[in-house]
Every structure is written in structure tokens, then in C-alpha cells.
């Protein structure tokens, strides 16, 4: 008997009974005393898993969806394909008290969501764009700078490295085979399961951008 299972209810209804009624055991009472009890014990059950949702910490399901839809927006922190509950739930926690308005704020939450920290240029950053006898040459550092683009950055965001496509063997592996029970199958380059598709990369980056700045945003996959 656990609190506040069935036994536990039935227990507390017979306690609450006149002996001089109603003998402990009664068949019919008893029959009574537990369905009520059964309809308590679902209205408990209930109870606690709202008051677990309610809190992000105890939060499960579709209702740790419901918690990011609330603080971010519909499209601002999705839940990536098949990523488990405490993964999405740390995800949310740190979306919540992110540093944002700074280059680091763009810089940690790319390398976060697809494991590759970007390239940023800033043209009016004398740090991206070095200068003439310091950190700059054709083909080898530095980059074209002007103050005609203030408060613009280029960023070059970089997809995560691809995990395959599940339960697909490739060619020369003795699990597939024409006409016969195999995993092999024909695909397209859509099929590889990354988890994180560019609209999110660009919805992170916007959710951190400062206000009345401007992010020029190139995405495309890690070099080799």
C-alpha cells in the first residue's frame, strides 16, 4: 500500500466508519468503499502528475513542449527528432537564462545546438578584419573591413556533422541484398538524420541577435 493508491483510500474510508454499522470487511460496504476509493485514488494520481508538470524540473512529455512554446514561441526552441525528455529539458533551462545582445551570446548557442563554433566577421572589427601589418594577407588572414557596414556581422554557421540514416547498412555490407530480408535501401541526402535543420540555426541566431543590428548568415556544412 502505497500513499495514495486504492488500498490507501479504502483504508481511510473504513476508518472513517461506525463500527456499530458496519463491520471492517463487509462485503457490500467494502464493494462500495472501494470503487470510491478507485476514483479517489485516479483524482490523486492526477493531481500529482500536474503538480510535476507544473514545475520545468519534473516536467515530461508533450507538456516540456508546451513549457518551451510558453517562454520561447512556437517556432523558438523545438524539440529536435527523437531527442529525449532531459536532453530538451537541459535545452530549455539554458534558453532561459542565455547571454544574449553579444558575439559570444551568437558564438555559444551555434556551437551548442550543432557542435561547430561559427565564423564571425564584424567589417568595422579591427579584430576580424586585422590591418595593414598586422594579422592580414591575401588568401591567408584577415578579412575586407569598412565602417560603411556599423552594427553588421557575417556569420558563417556550420551544419553538425551528419549521424548517418538509422537501420540503413551501406554498400558492401553483408546485411543487404537484393531480394533478400535485409536493411539496405535506396535513399536521398534528405534522409540523413542530422536533428537540426538550418530554420533553427537561423531561429537561434535571431533569438540572440541585439536589436537594430543586422547578421548576414551563410550556413553550410563543417570542413573536412
Do not use: C, H
Amino acid at each position: 500500500m502505497a500513499t495514495g493508491d486504492q488500498s490507501d483510500f479504502l483504508a481511510r474510508l473504513w476508518a472513517r466508519m461506525p463500527n456499530a454499522w458496519f463491520p471492517l470487511g463487509a462485503t457490500v460496504i467494502n464493494a462500495v468503499l472501494s470503487g470510491i476509493a478507485y476514483v479517489l485514488a485516479t483524482v490523486y494520481t492526477s493531481v500529482q502528475f500536474f503538480i510535476a508538470q507544473a514545475r520545468l524540473s519534473t516536467s515530461t512529455g508533450g507538456w516540456l513542449d508546451l513549457f518551451a512554446v510558453d517562454y520561447f514561441g512556437s517556432t523558438g526552441l523545438q524539440r529536435n527528432a527523437n531527442e529525449a525528455d532531459g536532453s530538451y529539458q537541459s535545452r530549455i533551462s539554458i534558453n532561459m537564462l542565455r547571454e544574449r545582445g553579444t558575439r559570444r551570446a551568437v558564438i555559444s548557442i551555434l556551437t551548442q545546438l550543432t557542435g561547430n563554433a561559427p565564423t564571425i566577421i564584424e567589417p568595422s572589427r579591427p579584430q576580424d578584419t586585422g590591418a595593414y601589418g598586422y594579422a592580414m594577407g591575401y588568401g591567408v588572414a584577415g578579412a575586407y573591413g569598412s565602417l560603411l557596414y556599423p552594427y553588421q556581422a557575417f556569420i558563417t554557421a556550420y551544419r553538425p556533422v551528419g549521424k548517418g540514416i538509422p537501420y540503413v547498412n551501406g554498400y558492401g555490407n553483408y546485411a543487404g541484398g537484393y531480394s533478400t530480408p535485409s536493411r539496405a535501401s535506396y535513399v536521398d541526402i534528405s534522409d540523413v538524420a542530422t536533428g537540426v535543420s538550418d530554420a533553427q540555426i537561423y531561429a537561434a541566431i535571431a533569438s540572440v541577435m541585439p536589436a537594430a543590428t543586422i547578421a548576414w548568415v551563410s550556413i553550410t556544412n563543417p570542413p573536412a
